[in-house]
């Protein structure tokens, strides 16, 4: 138990640094994301109100699109950087729920391969640990 415990305290910064990275990686991407979406959708609609029998310009497309494949790597590696920093947490969070069901389980397989004792070779009945014949058919279990 303390070999667990030493190993879970020496990664302890590591799990920060990429929790505190992963956030601030993901503000970022989102940040950019969400400028180039606006940039990109706000040009749509400079172009649908685009009149092209009246002597103006045309509009201009979109500029900040770009920020958008700047922001979707950030964010993936945001995730990265969660997913590896919070992973310790999750995995103790799911083996402790599934400890019990895992236990008995494995206890109810246990029983399932031990059986209840030796099996007749002529009949194949289980029969109890300490028979020396067959209930069903009354052979021998001794060789």
């Known amino acids: 138990m303390t070999t667990r415990k030493r190993s879970v ?22 940040f950019f994301l969400i400028s180039g979406a606006i940039d990109l959708f706000e040009s749509f609609g400079r172009v649908a109100s685009f ?10 497309g979109p500029t900040r699109f770009w920020m958008c494949f700047v922001g979707l790597p950030l964010v993936g590696i945001a995730g990265w950087c969660l997913q590896a920093g919070f992973l310790g947490a999750a995995s103790r969070y799911v083996a402790d729920e599934t400890q019990e069901a895992v236990r008995t389980t494995a206890s ?8 209840r004792g030796p099996y007749c070779r002529d009949c194949g009945t289980a029969n109890d640990a300490n028979a020396r014949f067959c209930d ?5 279990l001794s060789r």
């Open 136 to 140: 069903n058919c009354g052979t021998s």
């Open 9 to 30: 305290d020496k990664h302890a910064e590591t799990r920060i640094v990429l929790r505190v990275v992963g956030l601030a990686l993901l503000a970022v991407g989102l």
């Open 108 to 115: 109810a397989i246990g029983d399932g391969l031990r059986g």
């Open 51 to 60: 009149d092209p029998f009246n002597d103006q310009e045309l509009p201009e």
